[in-house]
């Protein structure tokens, strides 16, 4: 790969990407970013950046005049409650910035596309670990509008002759994460820890993760480059965790008690959630994961609690 645009790279997940990239001797990287939720500072030196939302008309022109070879496209919205009380919105920057990164990647010639998709897709279903070609129901508009990307890009990719990788993220976390991210409960409660503010937990605390540290995503995401047709992955550990063992895992860590507050369930959530990995490991050869306590020492240890 010469010249990779990276989407969002000034975000949580983008960050990480970054840096695999650098560490994996791609010397042409240029970051799209609006810079709404991103942080230039997550960007190392040597990457160029440009200042631009993905739904901008400018795009196009900038892609074709980039002439970029891959494109990983990380930038969107990704909150699911914003997603229930704003529909309109979330499809705006999740399906239209889409179509208009498409086009751009048609009248440029981009060679393949690496899309962040989610496991919210699924919704939620009895049939764990969920596998690649399970149903699709989607209990949020969130989930909805990476189900319609996803196949936007599906039959793009045919119709351009261009390769694609669709990667279905689990609960991702690590160091540099909002508290509003997607997957974002462990650096909600790393931030609560270290304010010394009891955990929320919204129902009894028995429902499910699979929780995958941004740096495998990362080197995930950096194996995909080059990688020729067009496929659908789940990036995920295949090991569920509950919510009442995050928060039992997390006191072991801190040494103290932590208090924890239960709150309603919220609409859109998923009950229970692990995906399989086996077609990331055949495809890929991706077999490595950060071991849970490692990365969420340092997800703590980046919020300032001490370890």
Partial sequence: MKKILVTGGAGFIGSHVLEKLLQHGCEDVTVLDSFVSGCR?????GVKITE?????????????????????????QTLVPYSMAHPALDAEI????LLNLLEGCRQAGTGQIIFSSSAAVYGDNPHLPIREDEPLHPLSFYGLSKAASEEY???????????GT???????YGERQGEHGAGGVISIFARRIAAHE???????????????????????????????????????????LSLNELVSILTDIAGRPLPVRHEPEREGDIRESVLSNEMLRTTLGFRS??????????????????V
């Fill in 41 to 45: 500072n997550h960007i190392p030196a």
């Fill in 166 to 172: 669709i990667l279905r993220f689990a609960n991702v």
């Fill in 198 to 240: 009891p955990l929320v937990i919204y129902g009894d605390g028995s429902q499910t993760r699979d929780f995958i540290y941004a740096g495998d995503i990362a080197e995930v995401i950096v194996r995909a480059l080059g990688c020729s047709g067009v496929h659908t992955l789940n990036v995920a550990t295949n090991t569920p």
């Fill in 52 to 76: 631009m939302d993905v739904r901008s008309p400018r795009l196009i022109p900038f892609m074709t005049k980039g002439r970029f070879d891959c494109v990983i496209h990380l930038a969107a």
């Fill in 153 to 163: 890009i599906r039959i793009f990719c045919r119709q351009q002759h261009m390769d």
């Fill in 289 to 306: 994961f950060t071991p849970f306590r490692t990365g969420l020492e340092r997800t703590l240890a980046d919020c300032g609690t001490r």
């Fill in 94 to 97: 999740n399906i239209m910035g």
